[in-house]
């Protein structure tokens, strides 16, 4: 299986939290019920704090994988 499709990208790499899921957030607010933010993040911790933030916000992780070493990427479908 492929990656989802996706409406826009989200490049959080660098970044540590919370900066990578306030872009997110941010990112998300401009889409609509069901579409998908690609975010491609290194901080390490990032899985747990998506996982953690779709919980709360009742989005939905499609997938969190790693690409390399270095690199997650996490789609996320907006509720």
């Given at each position: 299986m492929g990656n989802p499709?996706?409406?826009?990208?989200?490049?959080?790499?660098?970044?540590?939290?919370?900066?990578?899921?306030?872009?997110?957030?941010?990112?998300?607010?401009?889409?609509e019920s069901g579409q998908v933010v690609k975010v491609i993040t290194t901080d390490k911790n990032a899985v747990g704090d998506f996982q953690a933030f779709a919980k709360q916000t009742g989005h939905l992780i499609l997938s969190q994988d790693s690409v390399d070493n270095e690199h997650i990427v996490h789609f996320i479908q907006k509720r």
């Open positions: 499709d996706f409406a826009v990208e989200v490049d959080a790499c660098g970044l540590v939290c919370p900066l990578p899921l306030l872009r997110t957030k941010k990112a998300l607010q401009a889409l």
